[in-house]
């Protein structure tokens, strides 16, 4: 019996060793901009599931009064410096708004439901609805489609996309925009779209990013079957690769930028990617301050991911950030109220 149990822990540790190594090599990789790795960051989506893994591990060998607990507990510290939080306990409700205060939605609306991939009735309808009951004071829109723009009559001003062959995106706001512009991203449909608006007596510049998809619907066979499992891995490796590219194209651009800056989009990876860390960087990520759970903005296998986001300049303040539930797209909406420090 003592055998078969000393086999068994032996098995386990070897197993923990994996997991705790995978933790930690994601966590460095993450922070090195370099499209040579990406068929390692790939791991950067199985993050989530890693620290789990590391934590049941964790509780079993502190069950079996061993100090193999260590091994975990030292990834789990390292991932945590190295990832930061990804649930928050924090408040997610709304601070009192301000006149001097500024409202921001971001939401990927799946092109308003057009093809009828949602099988409910008015799906498109029911999104403009929700938008006008939350009132955000600027909105950006990924996946947008052009004829919704009369629906949304409470915004004075707004930016498109300008090419047609391109997956459309969209700001709308209630103030002045005095300067919009778009880049496309090389060999893709994406692009990024920036508007210029003028809040009181500053001028903002809100980005709206839809960066590369991956393009894969979750099933069990792209991953149990072999030959599925080989295509499924390297169209994750060179969508990795895009994105990265995308995101260096993005921080260029930002950095040239003359102005107190948000950025808002679909980012199509998950804050433990170094894509994530090229475009936030020197940014506040909303959720992060005032968040609340797991900010799941889709749902992958029924696992929440965060991949939609609102980053904001250190000049702004951030009041509050809130994931909406509305189940009217493939990714749920998210909005925070930001106050420029000189305002206050």
């Not at 629906?151 to 925009?177: G, W």
């Not at 020197?282 to 986001?309: H, N, V």
Request: glycine fraction near 4%.
């Amino acid at each position: 019996m003592k055998k078969s149990t000393s086999i068994w822990d032996k098995v386990v540790f070897a197993i923990n060793l994996l997991v705790a190594f995978l933790l930690i090599l994601t966590g460095v990789i993450s922070y090195v901009p370099l499209q040579f790795f990406s068929a390692i960051s790939v791991l950067s989506l199985v993050v989530p599931f890693l620290f789990a893994l590391n934590t049941l591990l964790l509780l079993y060998w502190i069950a079996r009064l061993k100090r193999k607990f260590l091994v975990s507990f030292v990834a789990i510290l390292l991932g945590y410096l190295m990832f930061g939080i990804f649930y928050r306990f924090g408040d997610s409700g709304f601070a009192q708004k301000k006149p001097s205060d500024l409202s921001v939605m971001s939401y990927n609306v799946w092109h308003f439901n057009i093809n009828g991939w949602i099988r409910q009735p008015k799906v498109g309808d029911s999104i403009i609805n929700f938008i006008k009951s939350k009132d955000p004071d600027v909105l950006l829109i990924q996946e947008h489609s052009r004829r919704r723009y009369k629906q949304l009559e409470q915004y004075k001003y707004r930016s498109e996309t300008p090419h047609s062959d391109r997956v459309t995106q969209a700001i709308f706001s209630k103030y002045p925009i005095v300067n919009s512009g778009s880049f496309d991203l090389p060999n893709t449909g994406n692009n990024i779209i920036y508007a210029d608006v003028l809040f009181k007596k500053d001028t903002i510049r809100f980005y709206n990013l839809h960066l590369e998809s991956f393009k894969i619907i979750p099933s069990t066979d792209n991953f149990s079957d072999g030959e599925k499992y080989e295509k499924t891995y390297k169209r994750l490796v060179v969508t990795f690769s895009k994105q990265m590219e995308q995101a260096e194209i993005f921080r260029n651009h930002l950095n040239k930028s003359p102005y107190r800056n948000i950025v808002c989009g679909d980012f199509n990876n998950t804050q433990f990617s170094n894509v994530y860390k090229i475009v936030n960087e020197g940014l506040q990520d909303t959720f992060l301050e005032k968040g609340k759970g797991f900010g799941r903005t889709y749902d992958l296998w029924k696992i929440p991911l965060r991949i939609d986001y609102i980053l904001a300049d250190p000049e702004f303040e951030v009041l509050s950030h809130h994931n909406y539930d509305e189940r009217l797209s493939d990714h749920y909406p998210i909005m925070a109220t930001l106050r420029l420090k000189s305002h206050q």
